[in-house]
């Protein structure tokens, strides 16, 4: 199984500074169509993940600009631009490339 | 995107099998592959199997492999996991997630609200 690896596990983070979440794959997510099967979620307190970003860097639907995702092989990165009190939660990174799919251990944000 | 809505809670005891199920509304099934992911207390989250609504092909993870089943009804309007021989382990969220089937990736677009199943003697 390809194990994913999310830093840090705990992001206190002022409000109005950016955040950033590092995933590591232990294999390519590299798909033979181009794209990158790399998802991110977040899970707020009691509700369900919700999408955020998929294929790498594809942000989805209404999801604020303030959220993007880069990254290339098995080395992936979210960045908040700008943090706001909404976004306190878990961030969870997936891969879907090869069954089964597999998420990282998540990274708690919340607000300092 | 489809509109994702499960079953009830559920408290099982050890032995036993649950059935868990996912209406789709908004969307026709058959335009998704149905996720199921599972949630322990206080854990990441394990994602389970697929089913493509469209074909019914489906795909285990190993871990569950001869104890899930993941299937849709007849009139392919509502998704279901069984899981049986439960233990205390199986203690869990069971979340449903959608996938367009139109759209390259895997990515999970569409949750249902989640189960709880507890398992106890």
């Known amino acids: 199984d390809i194990v994913m690896t999310q830093s840090p596990l705990s992001l206190p983070v002022t409000p109005g500074e950016p955040a950033s979440i590092s995933c590591r794959s232990s294999?390519?997510?590299?798909?033979?169509?181009?794209?990158?099967?790399l998802d991110w979620y977040l899970q707020k307190a009691g509700q369900s993940p919700q999408l955020l970003i998929y294929?790498?860097?594809n942000r989805a639907s209404g999801v604020p600009d303030r959220f993007s995702g880069s990254g290339s092989g098995t080395d992936f990165t979210l960045r908040i631009s700008r943090v706001e009190a909404d976004d306190v939660g878990i961030y969870y990174c997936?891969?879907?490339?090869?069954?089964?799919?597999?998420f990282g251990q998540g990274t708690r944000l919340d607000i300092k | 995107q489809v509109q994702l809505v499960q079953s009830g809670a559920e408290v099982k005891k050890p032995g036993a099998s649950v059935k868990v199920s996912c209406k789709a509304s908004?969307?026709?099934?058959?335009?998704?592959?149905i996720h199921w992911v599972r949630q322990a207390p206080g854990q990441s989250l394990e994602w389970m199997g697929r089913?493509?609504?469209?074909?019914?092909?489906?795909r285990y993870s190993q871990k569950f492999q001869g104890r899930v089943i993941i299937a849709r009804d007849t009139s392919a309007t509502t998704a279901y996991m069984e899981l049986s021989s439960l233990r205390s382990e199986d203690t869990a969220i069971y979340y449903c997630?959608?996938?367009?089937?139109?759209?390259?990736?895997?990515?999970?677009?569409?949750w249902g609200q989640g189960t709880m199943v507890s398992v106890s003697s």
């Open positions: 997936m891969q879907g490339i090869q069954a089964p799919f597999t």
């Open positions: 294999q390519s997510l590299l798909h033979s169509n181009g794209h990158y099967y």
């Open positions: 908004g969307y026709s099934l058959t335009a998704y592959v």
């Open positions: 089913l493509n609504a469209d074909s019914g092909d489906t």
């Open positions: 997630a959608g996938t367009p089937i139109a759209v390259p990736g895997n990515q999970l677009d569409s």
């Open positions: 294929l790498g860097s």
